[in-house]
């Protein structure tokens, strides 16, 4: 597996209890870092992945009690795509009926099955089937067998008015290709198994989305280290004329940030450290963790985040 494709993607929710139920029990994902939002540190920010948080696999959010829905359109992310084995979708059809959650009718996209459906904010989310997967390892310590389980992220749909412009990010910087065509998507594939895939639905009419519950606020794509980022942001600069931010030391991976000439805000990530740099993997997810420059704060903050019990 290559370092390109999807690193996390990063989205906005409501009441923190709810956004990690669903998570962690309907779709079965591991909840691998509780921590705050490092810009806001008195609301969390909770990621979800596989057993490790391996990158590719990373949903990340930020829950605001009182979130004001938020509405897609150009500029913004129509869908989030998770991985499962192909034969899994009855099972997965199965169990979004019997947890009452509105969900689509399986389709065809690319040759491939796809399962549309959305969590308690409103998220659009999709499984798509995948063959060949089915011996790849999954967190299974939830409610979801390990044969049905997600493996990671499959992809992501960006609303964007065409998709020439966000396409030469895409290929020139990210480390994608476009492979295929089909009605007003284009597909863009990486050398990643796992977080992939990026589809450009080019909708140059529709109105521009703003952000709220059920938004994505940020895709980030994965680089292996600074070196490598460094040359992402020359290359940016150079052939492009988008300028980053500085780089951003996320405690599990380093970031720098631009908008993408579609308008979907673009992150660009380090592997490393990765998650087990404050916790062991066996624990991950289990408490607390406030990064270096917070911990002093931590009897300040504690008490003013949401219960989650
Ligand atoms: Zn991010």
Redesign the pocket.
Known sequence: MGTNGIH?I?GIAGPARRNIAFYTETLGLRLVKKTVNFDDPTTYHFYYGDGSGAPGTIL?FFPWEHAAPGRAGVGSTQETAFRVPEAAIGYWTHRLLEKGIAHGTPQKRFGQTVLTFKDPDGTSLALVGVPGIEAEQAWSEGEVPAEHAIRGFFGITLLVPEAGPTGAILTDVLGFKEIAREGSLVRYASDASVGGIVDLHEAGGFLPGHLGGGSIH?I?FRTADDAAEAEMVKRLAENHKIETTEQRD?QYFR?VYFREPGGVLF?I?TDIPGFAIDESEASLGTALKLPPFLEPRRREIEPILPALV
């Open positions: 996390h990063t990340t940020h980030a996320r970031s992150e990530a």
